[in-house]
């Protein structure tokens, strides 16, 4: 009985020997995979760090390289930095101005040297003057006036009040695209000439150098066309062209041109049509007298010569045969 009872009593003290044992090697496990996980996180985290200080120093990097060139890396802001916007540059208009005032002054002289003043005053110059007199006291004048773009509107209204305004007008033309066109295209041919040139330093066959230079030679010839259009817009973009046309009124205010043509008007006209025509034809009559006069001489000297010089005795033609000879005196 009592060995019956140890055998059935073994079994709970063997099982009870095996739970610490599970329970041991459970934790063992959970601790092994809790030192894993961990260890992957930090690693994860490392390189996430790691990979963040890359960027953050090739951003810097980069920031301090285009700084030093100048370039648009300088405007580019760092990883994580704030950055502030910017406005963009304006692109610069560049418009052609002209206009025409046709003014009436009391005095010509006096109004031609206001405007000169007054261009001068401005930064301008006076390009061109006509002054003349019709009519015996009758002046005119015709200036043309180049003023910076800035002081246009100023002396445009000022011109136009220093008398009776008659006609004004004026024009604006847009240039822009050309202006940045014909600049484009300067520094493509400046670019193309450089490359030229260096090829001439390379050739070695007297040839190539001959063929370079005859190229060079039309690059250089477009590339000034290009630098004279540049220096024309640039001329006609800073100052604007104001045409002035000055007159004086006449003295019973109202012009000669514009009255209507009567009998003695037309009597008049005749007339000085007429002496206008006797006096062309004395001078021609002036011009051909003497040629007339070498030939009349040339005409009498022949009559002349005509008369001393003996005639000539005609043959007396021979008779028929049968025919009666004429009697004898």
């Given at each position: 009985m009592t060995v019956g009872h140890h055998t059935r009593g073994r079994p709970p003290a063997r099982s009870a020997g095996r739970l610490p044992r599970a329970v041991l090697a459970a934790g063992l496990l959970a601790v092994l995979l809790g030192t894993g996980a961990c260890g992957a996180g930090?690693?994860?985290?490392?390189r996430g760090t790691a990979a963040s200080d890359d960027r953050a120093a090739s951003d810097e990097k980069a920031a301090a390289s285009g700084a030093e060139r100048g370039g648009p890396a300088a405007a580019r802001p760092a990883a994580g930095a704030t950055s502030e916007a910017r406005p963009d540059t304006a692109v610069a208009v560049h418009v052609i101005r002209t206009a025409t005032l046709d003014v009436e002054v009391?005095?010509?002289p006096k109004a031609?040297?206001?405007a000169r003043a007054t261009a001068e005053g401005a930064g301008g110059l006076v390009s061109e003057e006509t002054?003349?007199?019709l009519d015996g006291t009758h002046e005119t004048s015709h200036l043309v006036l180049r003023v910076?773009?800035?002081r246009y509107e100023g002396v445009l209204d000022e011109l136009a009040g220093s008398g009776k305004l008659l006609t004004r007008t004026s024009a604006?033309?847009?240039?822009?695209g050309q202006v940045v066109d014909v600049e484009s295209r300067i520094a493509t041919q400046r670019a193309s000439v450089a490359r030229v040139r260096e090829l001439m330093d390379k050739a070695g066959r007297l040839s190539d150098v001959v063929a370079l230079e005859g190229e060079l030679s039309s690059r250089q010839a477009d590339l000034e066309s290009l630098l004279a259009q540049q220096a024309s817009l640039k001329d006609?973009?800073?100052l604007a062209t104001i045409t002035l046309e000055l007159s004086e009124p006449y003295a019973d205010g109202a012009d000669p041109g514009d009255e209507d043509t009567g009998f003695l008007d037309a009597l008049g006209g005749g007339w000085d049509a007429f002496v206008t025509t006797l006096r062309w034809i004395t001078v021609a009559v002036g011009v051909t007298a003497p040629f007339l006069a070498a030939v009349a001489v040339l005409l009498l000297l022949g009559r002349l010569l005509r008369r001393r010089l003996p005639r000539r005795r005609t043959p007396d033609r021979p008779s028929a045969p049968g025919a009666q000879?004429?009697?004898a005196p």
């Open positions: 930090d690693s994860a985290v490392d009391a005095s010509v031609v040297a206001a002054t003349e007199r910076p773009q800035e604006a033309k847009d240039v822009t006609r973009t800073s000879a004429p009697p």
